[in-house]
């Protein structure tokens, strides 16, 4: 007989390991983490520019609702990273940088 326990037994498989572009600087970062997490990670709290006051906004809610975390994804703007996952090679804008 099985034990019921067994089905949620934890598999350690290892994360696997990507590169994406953060303001054009190299970032190493685990395949599956989302944009933010990344960012949090790396230490950006500022992460895009108020529309209207050109004041820095940073994360809020963190799951998709507040759109303040929205940066530029390999080319497409206002790409909420709090939901968006990383994938190989991606090229992510922050406010700061999206004038230039």
Known sequence: MVNPG??????NIPPQKVTIFLNGTAIEADLGETILSVLIRVGHQKIRLSSKTRDWRGFYCGMGSCFECLVCVDGIPNVRACITPISAGMQVILGDQLDR
């Open 6 to 11: 067994d089905i949620f037994a934890k598999v």
